[in-house]
C-alpha cells in the first residue's frame, strides 16, 4: 500500500507540476516559441518573465525530476524480481536522469532570473556579457542537460521499464520502448544542430510521455502498479 500511494502521488504531482511548468516556461518566453531559438531575447522580457522563469524552473525540477526518482523507486521495487541487473540498470539511469536534469532546473530558477534583472540595470556596456553568460546558462541546462543527457538517461529507463513490463502490461512496454527509442534518436538531433527535426522529436516525446503517466497511474489505482503477478523474467 504504501509503494502503491508514493507511486500514485508521484505520478500526480509529475502530471500537475510538469503540465505547469511547460505552460509558465511558455509564459516566460511570452508563447514567442522563436525565443527558444534565441533565448537571449527574454532577458529584455521584463521582471514578470523573469518570475515566471524562476517558477517554470521549479516546478520543473519538482514535476519531471524529483517526483521521477519517486516513481523509479517505487517501479524498481515492484519489477526488480522480473530481472534484477535490467532492474538496476534502468533505475541507476532514472536516478541519473533526475539528479542531472534536477540540478540543471535549480540552476535556472535561481541564475537565469538573477541574470534577466540584472539585464535590466545594467548600462549598455555590461549587457553584452550578461546576454553571453546567459546564453550559455541556457545552452548548458536546456540543450547540453535537458535535451541530450537526460535524453538518453531518461531513454535508457523507458527501455528497462518497457523490457520489464512486457510480460503482465504488452501495451504500456511498447510504449515505453517507443519512448525510449524516440527520446535517444532525439538525441542526435541535438547534437547535430538540426533545431526543428529537434523540436518535433521533443513534441513526440512529451505527447507519448504524458500518455505513459496516465496509462500508469490508472495501473497504479486499479491494480497498484503495473505488476499483475509473478513472472520468471523478461
Known amino acids: 500500500m504504501a509503494l502503491?500511494?508514493?507511486?500514485?502521488?508521484?505520478?500526480?504531482?509529475?502530471?500537475?507540476?510538469?503540465?505547469?511548468?511547460?505552460?509558465?516556461?511558455?509564459?516566460?518566453?511570452?508563447?514567442?516559441?522563436?525565443?527558444?531559438?534565441?533565448?537571449?531575447?527574454?532577458?529584455?522580457?521584463?521582471?514578470?518573465?523573469?518570475?515566471?522563469?524562476?517558477?517554470?524552473?521549479?516546478?520543473?525540477?519538482?514535476?519531471?525530476?524529483?517526483?521521477?526518482?519517486?516513481?523509479?523507486?517505487?517501479?524498481?521495487?515492484?519489477?526488480?524480481?522480473?530481472?534484477?541487473?535490467?532492474?538496476?540498470l534502468s533505475v541507476i539511469a532514472a536516478f541519473g536522469y533526475a539528479l542531472a536534469g534536477g540540478a540543471g532546473a535549480a540552476v535556472l530558477a535561481l541564475v537565469g532570473p538573477m541574470l534577466m534583472l540584472d539585464h535590466a540595470g545594467a548600462a549598455a556596456s555590461d549587457r553584452a556579457v550578461i546576454e553571453s553568460q546567459f546564453a550559455i546558462l541556457f545552452e548548458v541546462v536546456w540543450r547540453s542537460i535537458w535535451q541530450l543527457l537526460d535524453a538518453i538517461l531518461v531513454g535508457a529507463w523507458w527501455l528497462g521499464i518497457g523490457l520489464l513490463v512486457r510480460a503482465d502490461q504488452p501495451g504500456l512496454s511498447r510504449l515505453s520502448l517507443v519512448l525510449g527509442t524516440t527520446a535517444a534518436i532525439g538525441a542526435v538531433p541535438t547534437i547535430a544542430g538540426l533545431?526543428?527535426?529537434?523540436?518535433?522529436?521533443?513534441?513526440?516525446?512529451?505527447?507519448?510521455?504524458?500518455?505513459?503517466?496516465?496509462?500508469?497511474?490508472?495501473?497504479?489505482?486499479?491494480?497498484?502498479g503495473p505488476v499483475v503477478g509473478p513472472t520468471a523474467g523478461v
Not at 522580457?45 to 519531471?64: F, H, I, N, Q
Not at 496516465?214 to 491494480?223: C, E
Open 4 to 88: 502503491r500511494s508514493a507511486g500514485i502521488g508521484a505520478l500526480i504531482v509529475s502530471l500537475v507540476a510538469g503540465m505547469t511548468s511547460n505552460l509558465l516556461f511558455l509564459a516566460a518566453f511570452q508563447f514567442r516559441t522563436d525565443w527558444f531559438l534565441e533565448p537571449t531575447r527574454i532577458l529584455a522580457a521584463g521582471p514578470t518573465s523573469a518570475e515566471l522563469l524562476r517558477w517554470a524552473s521549479v516546478l520543473d525540477l519538482v514535476g519531471y525530476y524529483l517526483a521521477t526518482a519517486v516513481l523509479a523507486y517505487v517501479l524498481w521495487r515492484q519489477l526488480r524480481p522480473r530481472n534484477p541487473l535490467v532492474a538496476d
Open 195 to 224: 533545431d526543428l527535426v529537434r523540436d518535433v522529436v521533443l513534441g513526440i516525446v512529451f505527447t507519448l510521455w504524458t500518455g505513459w503517466w496516465i496509462w500508469l497511474l490508472v495501473l497504479f489505482r486499479r491494480h497498484g
